[in-house]
């Protein structure tokens, strides 16, 4: 594919009639020009989709896997390209994209061999001559809807399950990065059935037309809550299937007695990774009050140790972030801290040592309280703010005080402080003492607003159908309740 990208619609590649820009977040040049999808481009998507869905979902399980495991092989053949392609529209370091593409390709093998042992259940009939079976079907059209910051990896979560379980697709990637997406399809899915793969490119409106056609039963989505919101709105009057993974406000807790320095370093990892854009970025600190001005010494002193810079020079801890317009919004989330009181221990705004590109220096806060937008609002970008606490069931108070409910981190070698934790925080994802890690067998996904589904495991095949009950009687005698017997 030059630098000219086009839709992906039943099995062919199409020019729209309009196009938009796409640039690299390092350098704000322009990379590539893709075509932006009009209605009546998503409407033949979905056309495309819904007419290969008979034909999918009949195949054996062992032929659509076979699908799957030759799809990764070539993920992995074409891994530095598709990697170096993601780091150019996204910026995220190279391994870190390196690891992104590998683990797109895990997530198939995965999905191709657990769909193996899936299997409906016989419940207990109430009659001898009756079979009771609980069988799962595939649903149809899912339109698949991602987000900017793991392109590859998050389309992969739903779109191997999906598929494995006999679905067929219209993915709508971000704007702001779908170049990985459509080489990835060109490299590696030409050889899947027409029309079981399609890809629709542009802006909210191009996934308001997956949202509000009929023929797409299941909108799997992951991206901010605001957008997810708008997603229930309008799709409400459908009672479609929603598959929402949202915003989230993740919190870690220093529990007494742990060791501050360990929980600096791990801060400043789970808080910065990819520029602090990871739903579960760790964007509030609890620390105990006695260690607060210890611990705030040790994170600052890690977080000026990370070097920013542009994937294809070298390798940095950190590139930049996706834009000018996440600048701004913590540019607020800082100015509304700094105007309440609170204390810039480090960085705060736009790097000095980068002419062009969407660098933003590591930042530290400190004295944050509940009332201030950094502590209430998702800020996904590179800030961590840190509050002192009193005693522990405070710490989990604070932690619960929130619209949001993705995941949450505790250190702590006492066993029972780990319970406590475990058990009274409202979150998808706990961690004790090492946070971020998923488990491609554990379900993710968040409480409150930060979703209702689960990806990942058998929980995010589940999310892939739809559960029939079959009654049969093999009995052909009539029951004495039937009318005029
Ligand atoms: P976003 O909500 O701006 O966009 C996500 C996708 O939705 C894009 O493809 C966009 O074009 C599309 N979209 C926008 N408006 C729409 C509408 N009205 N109808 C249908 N589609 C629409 O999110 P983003 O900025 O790309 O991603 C960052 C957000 O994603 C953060 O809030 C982050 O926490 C969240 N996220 C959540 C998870 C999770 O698993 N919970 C994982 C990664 C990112």
Redo the contacts with the bound molecule.
């Keep these: 594919m030059s630098n000219n990208y086009q839709l992906y619609i039943g099995g062919k590649w199409v020019k729209a009639e309009q196009s938009f820009e796409v640039s690299n977040p390092a350098t704000e040049q322009v990379i590539a020009s893709v075509s932006q999808a009009s209605e009546a481009d998503v409407i033949r998507a979905i056309e495309a989709a819904s007419g290969a869905f008979g034909e999918w979902k009949r195949k054996p399980v062992d032929t659509r896997a076979a699908y799957m495991h030759s799809a990764a092989a070539a993920i992995l053949l074409n891994l530095e390209e598709l990697a170096e392609l993601l780091s150019r529209e996204q910026g995220k370091p190279l391994p870190e994209s390196r690891a992104e593409v590998e683990w797109t390709a895990k997530t198939m093998t995965y999905y191709a061999e657990l769909a193996k042992n899936e299997s409906g259940r016989i419940a207990p009939a109430a009659g001898n001559t009756q079979l009771n079976l609980i069988i799962k079907e595939p649903y149809g059209v899912v339109g698949a809807?991602?987000?900017?910051?793991?392109p590859l990896l998050?389309l992969m979560w739903k779109m191997a399950p999906a598929l494995i379980m006999g679905n067929t697709l219209v993915i709508?990637?971000?704007?702001?990065t779908p170049l990985c997406t459509l080489r990835m399809l060109e490299l590696c899915f030409a050889e899947y059935p027409r029309g079981v793969i399609n890809c629709v490119t542009g802006?909210?409106d191009?996934?308001?037309v997956?949202?509000n056609h009929d023929d797409v039963p299941v909108i799997a989505?992951?991206?901010?809550?605001?957008?997810?919101v708008?997603?229930i709105r309008?799709s409400a009057a459908k009672n479609k299937k929603l598959h929402l993974?949202?915003?989230?406000k993740d919190a870690f807790v220093i529990a007494p007695g742990a060791d501050v320095e360990l929980a600096a370093s791990a801060i400043a990892w789970s808080g910065f990774y990819n520029s602090g854009?990871?739903?579960t970025s760790t964007e509030r600190v609890y620390v105990p009050r006695g260690v607060h001005d210890e611990f705030v010494r040790a994170l600052v002193s890690r977080v000026e140790m990370l070097v920013l810079g542009d994937s294809s020079k070298g390798d940095f801890d950190l590139g930049p972030m996706?834009s000018a317009k996440a600048h701004e919004k913590l540019d607020k989330h800082i100015s509304n801290a700094l105007e309440n009181g609170a204390i810039l221990e480090t960085g705060g705004g736009k790097s000095m040592y980068f002419e062009k590109g969407h660098f933003y220096t590591p930042t530290v806060l400190s004295g944050v309280d509940h009332d201030m937008l950094c502590m209430r609002e998702?800020s996904?970008g590179p800030l961590v703010s840190v509050m002192a606490y009193d005693d522990f069931d405070e710490a989990i108070a604070l932690v619960n005080d929130s619209l949001f409910g993705?995941g949450a981190c505790c250190r702590t070698g006492d066993p029972l402080l780990a319970k406590k934790f475990y058990e009274n925080v409202k979150a998808g994802t706990i961690w004790i003492n090492d946070p971020l890690p998923d488990n491609i067998a554990a379900p993710?996904?968040?409480m409150k607003m930060?979703?209702n589904a689960r990806?990942l495991g058998m929980e995010g095949l589940d999310s892939f159908v739809e559960i029939k009950h079959v009654h049969w009687d093999f009995d052909l005698a009539a029951k004495d309740h039937w009318v005029g017997i």
């Design positions: 809807i991602v987000p900017f910051n793991y998050l709508k990637p971000s704007e702001l802006f909210a191009v996934g308001r997956l949202v989505f992951t991206g901010s809550t605001e957008t997810g708008n997603i309008d993974e949202m915003g989230g854009q990871v739903c996706i998702e996904f993705l993710f996904g968040g930060s979703g990806e």
